[in-house]
């Protein structure tokens, strides 16, 4: 069994496969302050309640966007198991041609969702990723990462547009919503989750006018089940795609 880290500013994702299997995932808050054997419990308590015993564990890979915990990660992982962690960063194989200004730039969610999106499916693909940033990205037919749109999150837009404007309220998003809406919280909900699925619709155009019409659109992130189904361009939802990507990634690197 191989145990998959995704480092999220919001999220840390932590996915066991067994051969090809995902065969559990479980979303757990960032937390900066955390030490290694914070982790190392919660890690270690997670793995007992999937009845996967660490001695199972056959390799490790982490991806992250929050270096200042990538090695506490890495040292809970270590108190667990001797084994090495492969971490997603410059020098690590990926199979992925990176065509950007500066590929050591890119960041390991970006890279993982790119491999996800390039091992399982037809190519040119275009990966959205709704996180704590809204990302497009683009891997072309010659699996090339040539780039994309980084957006301000759904959430976090919506936390700011809280905060900014003085009578408005907090509001938790949920699904029940619809365009034209007589109430400040419904109003805030339309705003921000069909603007997010119509600025989807109308990237994936923008993006599709450069690179041709994309035989693959995928989407992914905590926040994706609630925007993608108000899209009206044909999205699949692939929510285990960032750590399909690092699990290849290891593989190539085993
Ligand atoms: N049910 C929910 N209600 C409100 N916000 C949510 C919900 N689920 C996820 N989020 C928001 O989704 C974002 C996290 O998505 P995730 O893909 O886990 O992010 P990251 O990979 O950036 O850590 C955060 O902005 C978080 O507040
Ligand atoms: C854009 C991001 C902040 C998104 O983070 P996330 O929403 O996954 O928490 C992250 O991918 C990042 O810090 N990227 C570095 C810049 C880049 O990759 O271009
Ligand atoms: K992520």
Not at 25 to 47: C, F, G, H, Q
Not at 115 to 139: F, N, Q, S, W
Not at 157 to 169: E, N
């Amino acid at each position: 069994m191989i145990l998959t880290i995704d480092i999220g500013n919001s999220n840390i994702v932590f996915g066991v496969y067994g051969e090809d299997r995902l065969l559990f995932s479980s979303r757990v808050k960032t937390d900066p302050l955390r030490t290694e054997t914070e982790y190392a419990v919660l890690l270690s308590n997670l793995l007992a309640f999937h009845d996967c015993p660490a001695k199972s564990l056959e390799g490790a890979a982490l991806s992250s966007v929050v270096p200042g915990l990538t090695p506490v990660l890495r040292a809970a992982v270590g108190l667990l198991t001797d084994l090495p962690v492969l971490a997603v960063g410059p020098g690590v194989k990926t199979g992925l041609d990176i065509r950007i200004d500066n590929p050591g730039e890119l960041a390991g969610d970006l890279v993982c969702t790119a491999v996800g999106a390039m091992e399982h499916y037809p190519l040119p693909a275009i990966i959205i990723d709704l996180g704590t940033a809204t990302k497009i990205t683009v891997v072309d037919e010659r699996r090339r990462y040539i780039g994309g749109a980084i957006a301000p999150g759904v959430a976090v837009s919506l936390g700011a547009l809280t905060k900014s404007a003085s009578l408005l309220p907090a509001v938790s998003l949920d699904s029940k919503i619809k365009p034209i809406c007589g109430d400040t919280a419904g109003a805030m909900l339309s705003g921000s989750i069909l603007g997010a699925a119509s600025m989807l619709d109308g990237m994936i155009d923008r993006f599709c006018e450069v690179i041709g019409e994309a035989k693959t659109v995928v989407a992914c992130g905590g926040l994706a089940p609630m925007v993608i189904p108000h899209c009206r361009r044909r999205i699949i939802l692939d929510e285990g795609l960032l750590l399909s990507g690092l699990l290849a990634v290891y593989r190539k690197n085993r």
